[in-house]
C-alpha cells in the first residue's frame, strides 16, 4: 500500500506533465516574471556560456576562508559584469561558476567576446589586486568559459515554495560540461554552432591562429570544439 507521501509526489509529477504540456516561443531570455506568469515553458533560441573559476578545491584547501572567498566573489563579480556589459543576462549562478544567455543576430558574437573579456578581467584585474591585497599569498587565479547554441526551454521550478528558473536544453548542458577541459593554453572553449555563428574577423582568415579544432570532442558528446586563449580588455 502506497503512503500519502508517494500519493503526493506521484500527484505532483501528474501536474508537472500538464503544464509542460504548454510552451511559448519567445525572442528574449525569460526572466522570473515571464516564467511565473506562464504556467508551462519558455522556449527561445539562446547562446549560453558557462564561466567556471578553476582550481577552487585546492583554493579552500590551501587558504583561509578570508582569501578563498575573496577570490570566488571577486571572479563572480567581474564576470557577472562582462556578461551584463556585452547584453547578456544572468541565468544561474552554481558554485564557483555562472551562466550568462545571449539572444539576437549578434549572439555568438557577443557571447565568445564575453569570454574573452572574462580572461582579460581574471589576469588583468582579479589576479593583480589579489597580488596587491594579499602580498603574502602566492596563487595563480586561473577560469574557463565554455560556450554553446541550441534551443533553450525556461521553466519556473516552484517546488516546496522555492522558486527558480531551470534552464533545459543542449546549450546549457554542453556550455557548462566545456569547462571540464583544462588546459592552461586555453581558456574559451566554443562548439562548431557557436564558430559557424561568428563573423568572419572572429573565426578567420584575419582570426587564422585564434582557434584550435579539438575533433570529436567527448564531453559534449563527440561534436567538434574550437578552443583558443585570446584575451580581449573590458
Known amino acids: 500500500m502506497k503512503s500519502k507521501q508517494v500519493d503526493m509526489l506521484e500527484s505532483q509529477m501528474d501536474s508537472f506533465l500538464e503544464e509542460l504540456a504548454s510552451v511559448r516561443q519567445v525572442a528574449h531570455v525569460p526572466r522570473k516574471d515571464d516564467c511565473a506568469a506562464c504556467a508551462g515553458g519558455l522556449s527561445v533560441e539562446c547562446t ?3 564561466a567556471d573559476l578553476g582550481g577552487s578545491t585546492a583554493l579552500v584547501d590551501r587558504y583561509d576562508r578570508i582569501f578563498s572567498s575573496w577570490v570566488l566573489k571577486s571572479y563572480l563579480s567581474c564576470a557577472a559584469h562582462v556578461i551584463r556589459s556585452n ?3 544572468i541565468g544561474a549562478f552554481e558554485g564557483d561558476g555562472l551562466m550568462g544567455l545571449f539572444c539576437g543576430q549578434d549572439k555568438d558574437e557577443r557571447a565568445v567576446r564575453c569570454a574573452f573579456q572574462i580572461q582579460w578581467a581574471t ?11 594579499f602580498a603574502d599569498r602566492e596563487y595563480t587565479i586561473s577560469q574557463v568559459v565554455g560556450v554553446d547554441s541550441s534551443e533553450l526551454m525556461a521553466i519556473r521550478t ?8 531551470l534552464w533545459v536544453g543542449r546549450a546549457a548542458n554542453y556550455a ?12 574559451t572553449y566554443i562548439t562548431e554552432a557557436v564558430h559557424s555563428g561568428l ?9 587564422e591562429g585564434m582557434w584550435e579544432r579539438m575533433p570529436c570532442c567527448d564531453v559534449v558528446g563527440g561534436i567538434d570544439v574550437f578552443r583558443s586563449g585570446r584575451a580581449i580588455p573590458i
Open 158 to 165: 516552484d517546488i516546496w515554495r522555492h522558486y527558480d528558473v
Open 199 to 207: 563573423p568572419e574577423g572572429m573565426r578567420g582568415p584575419s582570426g
Open 87 to 89: 547584453g547578456g543576462v
Open 123 to 133: 589576469g588583468n584585474i582579479i589576479q593583480k589586486r589579489a597580488d596587491a591585497l
Open 176 to 187: 557548462a560540461n566545456l569547462t571540464r577541459i583544462r588546459n592552461d593554453r586555453f581558456s
Open 48 to 50: 549560453a556560456l558557462f
